[in-house]
């Protein structure tokens, strides 16, 4: 009993600590205009304005010294047999992702559409559903990504899809983009669900899409010199 007292103990401990840090973690680096606008792709979901912050909405966002242009070419390029995600391979590969990211840009993997698959493992690993498709396209602007269910059940019946995670490049300047970074996903409000959301899916989210950002900002900024 007592042991069991210590790990309880324990875990309130971790709880307690992880909570004051998620509303920072689901707004990290964005403004508070940032974080109250409507970016491109949430047409798509139920988001309303101002919600980051609740259940399965993250708006992030980070300064990086090139043009969208130059950024933009990292970013059309991810996924598992392209550019990678610039995040950490070592955790992507215990999972089994054989995950490479990508030092340059590669010609080859510069052009997107709608309907895309964005893979996020080999083909061959998790029976192939280990992906995402590209729900919108804004060339130079935005690339928004969803489940493939959603697409074949949701979308093309005119309903708001279960969730989108949207990657979109706002010019400040001919040589300074924001890199934002929005999440969106519906609310449950099954104790198990927000328990779950809050101490295992989005820390680890947080964790692999922070790297990410900042993998895309040393690589852009390094090739822009």
Same mark, same amino acid.
């Given at each position: 009993?007592?042991?069991?007292?210590?790990?309880?103990?324990?875990?309130?401990?971790?709880?307690?600590?992880?909570?004051?840090?998620?509303?920072?973690?689901?707004?990290?680096?964005?403004?508070?205009?940032?974080? =109250? =606008?409507?970016?491109?792709?949430?047409?798509?979901?139920?988001?309303?304005? %101002?919600?980051?912050?609740?259940?399965?909405?993250?708006?992030?966002?980070?300064?990086?010294?090139? *043009?969208?242009?130059?950024?933009? @070419?990292?970013?059309?390029?991810?996924?598992?047999? &392209?550019?990678?995600?610039?995040?950490?391979?070592?955790?992507?590969?215990?999972?089994?992702?054989?995950?490479?990211?990508?030092?340059?840009?590669?010609?080859?993997?510069? *052009?997107?559409?709608?309907?895309?698959?964005?893979?996020?493992?080999?083909?061959?690993?998790? %029976?192939?559903?280990? &992906?995402?498709?590209?729900?919108?396209?804004?060339?130079?602007?935005?690339?928004?990504? %969803? *489940?493939?269910?959603?697409?074949?059940?949701?979308? =093309?019946? @005119?309903?708001?899809? *279960? %969730?989108?995670?949207?990657?979109?490049?706002?010019?400040?300047?001919?040589?300074?983009?924001?890199?934002?970074?929005?999440?969106?996903?519906?609310?449950?409000?099954?104790?198990?669900?927000?328990?779950?959301?809050?101490?295992?899916?989005?820390?680890?989210?947080?964790?692999?899409?922070?790297?990410?950002?900042?993998?895309?900002?040393? &690589?852009?900024?390094?090739?822009?010199?």
């Amino acid at each position: 009993m007592k042991t069991l007292a210590k790990v309880l103990i324990g875990v309130i401990v971790i709880l307690g600590a992880l909570l004051p840090l998620r509303p920072w973690a689901l707004r990290w680096g964005a403004t508070d205009d940032e974080a =109250r =606008r409507q970016w491109p792709g949430d047409e798509l979901t139920s988001y309303q304005t %101002g919600q980051t912050g609740h259940n399965g909405q993250a708006t992030r966002a980070i300064t990086i010294h090139a *043009s969208a242009p130059d950024v933009w @070419g990292w970013i059309v390029q991810i996924g598992q047999d &392209r550019g990678g995600f610039y995040s950490y391979t070592w955790l992507e590969n215990l999972f089994g992702c054989k995950m490479h990211n990508a030092d340059r840009i590669h010609p080859e993997f510069q *052009s997107r559409a709608v309907g895309d698959t964005v893979w996020l493992t080999p083909k061959e690993r998790y %029976g192939g559903q280990a &992906r995402t498709m590209v729900f919108e396209l804004i060339p130079g602007r935005a690339m928004v990504l %969803g *489940s493939p269910q959603d697409a074949e059940t949701v979308v =093309r019946a @005119g309903r708001a899809p *279960s %969730g989108t995670w949207g990657l979109v490049l706002e010019p400040i300047d001919a040589h300074t983009t924001r890199l934002v970074v929005c999440t969106r996903s519906g609310e449950s409000h099954r104790l198990a669900d927000k328990l779950i959301a809050w101490f295992i899916f989005d820390p680890a989210h947080f964790i692999m899409e922070r790297k990410m950002m900042l993998g895309i900002k040393q &690589r852009a900024e390094r090739a822009a010199g």
